[in-house]
Nanobody, 123 residues
Framework: QVQLVESGGGSVQAGGSLRLSCAAS????????MAWFRQAPGKERGFVAA????????GYADSVKGRFTISRDNAKNTVYLQMNTLKPEDTAVYYC????????????????WGQGTQVTVSL
């Protein structure tokens, strides 16, 4: 059983930056592909970025490509999401998820989830 805990959310002005962290415990972290999803009120949980267990392969939603960077430190059992040039439409609860295989952008495919962290971007 893998436990995930997100942190780093907050309120920023448009154009600002935040770095989210997701700390994992309870499993062999490097064996899991990790991803970030986000959910705004009244909307479905949507894919943001994913990274393979080794950290070599990454993927991004078109809406964040060039602004967000996903990375991981397997020695620290942590995955990160560096978010730059934030926009009001990035406002959402951000969740990290884990699954055994890299490649899915569909949230039901993920086996483990954190509790989420709120990101609010204002004009």
């Amino acid at each position: 059983q893998v436990q995930l805990v997100e942190s780093g959310g907050g309120s920023v002005q448009a154009g600002g930056s935040l770095r989210l962290s997701c700390a994992a415990s309870g499993g062999t972290f490097s064996r899991y592909a990790m991803a970030w999803f986000r959910q705004a009120p009244g909307k479905e949980r949507g894919f943001v970025a994913a990274i393979s267990g080794s950290g070599i392969t990454t993927g991004y939603a078109d809406s964040v490509k060039g602004r967000f960077t996903i990375s991981r430190d397997n020695a620290k059992n942590t995955v990160y999401l560096q978010m730059n040039t934030l926009k009001p439409e990035d406002t959402a609860v951000y969740y990290c998820g884990a699954r055994s295989q890299y490649g899915s952008r569909w949230y039901p495919d993920y086996d483990y989830w954190g509790q989420g962290t709120q990101v609010t971007v204002s004009l």
